[in-house]
């Protein structure tokens, strides 16, 4: 018992562990998206609106800055100064608690304009994936979800340093049957619950 | 010696196969470069300007345009119409008897800048690198040569199905000690030399 | 016409290439099966025992040795001599005009009982995969049908300077539900159309 | 103070976090190392041999079975029981507090032999990768230095959900010039000093 009155006397935010028990006075979490995709009605920009209301409670989520607003990279840009909108988005990285990146699959990889992305925010000084807990999401319309993807941007990760979740992995397969074309929401139910679970499994992954 | 006089009936650039002796009248070969790197002293660029004075006789070799007159992917773009760079390299491409690509590895994988290039040409009505003999050449600072971004590359090329040559494979190590920064030329003999080597072999490679 | 006149002059077996056309005479082809795996009541030895009956005309299919006799590779073994296995799968590939690998996915990646066969055949005197056209299918309980197992094997296959073939790409998914268990038969007619697709793919580029 | 008063109170082993501080009483580790080669006089048994002298205080350092005792995987022996030197390994892994994964490359992937280890470990009722850190080292003859069998080790680790450290990574190039090969020790100064860095990183590592 005596961890309760000492969590009372800590700051906020303290965890105390003994052996291998966690004991959290379950510190809120605010995690950051960033959307491989920049194409208006894309079905993993849909995914993206649909992760607030997927979270569990004490875990807000706000999409980053599009990936949209970078230049192509280039380390003579570079030279001059850093694209305001690269700024940012480090920034906002390195605040988070959390980064979810929701992204489909082009050619059997990442896409370019997300590896870009990646590329310029590599470069910042602080370099903000370096520790970050990170999560993957992607889709496709086959059946391999994007599986692909996955594990190229898995690599790149190593080399950025982030602390990215192994399990459970989110493959959306047939992306289309599962966003209503009408709307722009994501409707499918087993994925809603499969994306919940995993945003419930990414929280206790960054408390730790 | 039939297959002499043969080849003086048949239109120019026909080979004759019998069993597995292929007989040719080698058949002069126009390759271009693809290069992943928008720098403007880029040691990847100075590898692509040495590659046409170490190329086999009959063997012509150009640069594409930039991968920096690319927008950054949208098929929303893409709906109204795809950029003219997109398309003239998309046509350079498929005029050429085969595809050299010289990149550098950024975070353990392809530059955002050249997959942005693959993305876009992927989607032509026509894809160009369906079937095109392609060769990859990689550089580092450090010893490993960009071989983590070769394989990352092939995935891609098996989806666009090139035809993408095995052996030998140029991965440059320490690679600004290989270029005259001054002038910025490719000066390190070694590399030139087996550069050489891999060009003589994608050669024979595309003529089959 | 001449094409044809001159045809017969030829030993057979001959291709008269002429600019982009290829005629042949459809030269009998005799592919050999490699499965990765050693269960006895294994789904992808079912779809190798499929295989003969959904080859097109002039191919035929027969299954190698087990990769089941092989040692686990070491080089002390095999600087006392290649066991007789290794030396048959070896000479057996090497008369063959193409492989086709077979194989589950484990742990995200080539079976090691699979990867163990390739590194003992890859120190053959004469590799036998050197240029030998090659062929991947895949299968797995869930949806991804064992893509990741394909790139990683391809990417032995690029050591070993295979020529495999780009597409179609066959990934079984739910492979379980596609077998008869009782009878161990692939009875799915759509798997078993979409193999004989592929099959029919890997004769024309085993004949190029 | 309190913190340390309060150490005093709890069991060994505790750590206390708070905020992002962690005071830790250096709890003593055991780190266990799985090695990817069957020769006797492996380049990679002597990095093996040399990790003892090689680790952070309060770090032992000792090697696991060898991969050579597994048969080949079979779902078959598994149904009648597994082998004791699976079972064996797998208490090994369960028990300690990390596990080095000491490994050359074989045709640009993982070892038949180490991934067929891998492949019997992952079925043991009490998987024990799960959560366990996990550092890798590998090396060869080239100047890549084994980095292709990394990733693709690292792909398995997801699905194994082991933790594993991002850097720094260990890959030694040209192995055959740092050993003795007469004596069987890893001499090369730079090489021990380096692998002595990864493992105090590795020790911080799985004590979070």
Redo the contacts between chains.
């Keep these: 018992m005596?961890s309760m009155a000492?969590a009372a006397?800590?700051?906020h935010?303290?965890?105390?562990?003994?052996?291998d028990r966690i004991m959290s006075d379950h510190k809120p979490l605010h995690f950051v998206t960033l959307l491989g995709s920049?194409?208006?009605a894309s079905y993993h920009g849909a995914v993206v609106r649909a992760l607030p209301t997927l979270a569990p409670d004490d875990v807000t989520i706000e999409p980053l800055g599009s990936?949209?607003d970078?230049p192509?990279?280039?380390?003579?840009i570079q030279a001059v100064g850093f694209p305001a909108a690269v700024l940012a988005m480090g920034e906002a990285i390195a605040k988070a608690d959390g980064v979810i990146i929701v992204t489909p699959e082009?050619?059997?990889?990442?896409?370019?304009?997300?590896?870009?992305?990646?590329?310029w925010l590599?470069r910042l000084p602080t370099q903000p994936f370096a520790g970050k807990p990170t999560v993957i999401q992607t889709g496709s319309p086959g059946?391999?979800?994007g599986?692909?993807a996955q594990?190229?941007l898995?690599?790149?990760l190593?080399?950025?340093?982030?602390t990215v979740m192994?399990?459970p992995?989110v493959?959306i397969?047939q992306i289309m049957t599962k966003v209503d074309a009408a709307t722009g929401q994501l409707t499918d139910e087993a994925t809603r619950t499969f994306i919940s679970t995993q945003l419930t499994a990414f929280a206790s992954f960054a408390r730790?």
């Design positions: 005596f000492f006397m800590v700051p935010h303290a965890a105390i562990v003994i052996g920049l194409r208006k990936v949209g970078f192509l990279y280039n380390a003579d082009y050619n059997y990889s990442v896409p370019g304009v997300l590896k870009n992305a990646l590329d590599s059946l391999v979800g599986a692909r594990y190229h898995r690599q790149s190593v080399f950025l340093d982030a192994n399990k992995e493959m397969s730790r």
